[in-house]
């Protein structure tokens, strides 16, 4: 019953920017790390921006210093912040949350977002 829903995609011009969102909804004990990946076509899909459960970010080289993964643990939420948009930045993006459905240390699962397109015209 764990859902992730993202929001926030949409067509931009380069040198844009777009803020996506992506919410957990359901019964679970608690999430350790979100992601954000994309997916562009005739390319494997990337992981673009990760967050801990305390706070710690990591990015891939290619959106560095473009790109803000945050994320509101009292309202289970990750955003992607996406400043300087560029055409290469097209893709389907998907949030991506490491869940804790109990209190069993093991009880552990990936859930996934139904996807976002984000579409950069140059």
């Known amino acids: 019953q764990v859902q992730l829903v993202e929001s926030g995609g949409g067509l931009v011009q380069a040198g844009g920017f777009l803020r996506l969102s992506c919410a957990a909804s359901?019964?679970?004990?608690?999430?350790?790390?979100m992601d954000w990946y994309r997916h562009a076509p005739g390319k494997q899909r990337e992981l673009v921006a990760a967050?801990?459960?305390?706070?710690?970010?990591n990015y891939a080289d290619s959106v560095e210093d473009r790109f803000t993964i945050s994320r509101d643990n009292a309202k289970n939420t990750v955003s992607l912040q996406m400043n300087s948009l560029k055409p290469e930045d097209t893709a389907v993006y998907y949030c991506?949350?490491?869940?804790?459905?109990?209190?069993?240390?093991?009880?552990?699962?990936?859930?996934w977002g139904q996807g976002t397109q984000v579409t950069v015209s140059s």
């Open positions: 967050i801990s459960s305390v706070g710690t970010t």
């Open positions: 359901g019964r679970f004990f608690s999430i350790n790390g």
């Open positions: 991506k949350a490491r869940i804790r459905v109990s209190s069993d240390l093991f009880n552990e699962y990936d859930y």
